[in-house]
């Protein structure tokens, strides 16, 4: 089982950037699909992105296609989510996860399909 350790969120003025970064241990993380979720205040869990096995793939919700990339060091054993332009609607606890798959381009979308979760790291954007 990998365990999953976000850091890099904080507070930060709309407009500026954030880079958030996933530490993977106990596991090599080039073996999962990862992800990235976030959970507003009284929202449920929803998807921002994820990244295939060979990090050929990527695939992002649209709110924030052209503002934030997701990206891996397998070397790290790291997950990166690199945040632009941040809107206050980007304000949330971001969660990393890792799923498993046979197929080295798949891409993951909801949480049942994530098995490994990290404990969040808040990002807050003031207007």
């Known amino acids: 089982q990998v365990q999953l350790v976000e850091s890099g969120g904080g507070l930060v003025q709309a407009g500026g950037s954030l880079r958030l970064s996933c530490a993977a241990s106990?596991?090599?993380?080039?073996?999962?699909?990862m992800g990235w979720f976030r959970q507003a205040p009284g929202k449920e869990r929803d998807f921002v992105a994820t990244i295939s096995k060979s990090g050929g793939s990527t695939a992002y919700v649209d709110s924030v296609k052209g503002r934030f990339t997701i990206s891996r060091d397998n070397a790290k054993n790291t997950v990166y989510l690199q945040m632009n332009s941040l809107k206050p609607e980007d304000t949330a606890v971001y969660y990393c996860?890792?799923?498993?798959?046979?197929?080295?381009?798949?891409?993951?979308?909801?949480?049942?399909?994530?098995?490994?979760w990290g404990q969040g790291t808040q990002v807050t954007v003031s207007s």
């Open positions: 996860a890792a799923g498993v798959s046979a197929y080295s381009g798949r891409t993951f979308y909801t949480p049942t399909q994530y098995h490994s």
């Open positions: 106990g596991r090599t993380v080039s073996t999962y699909v």
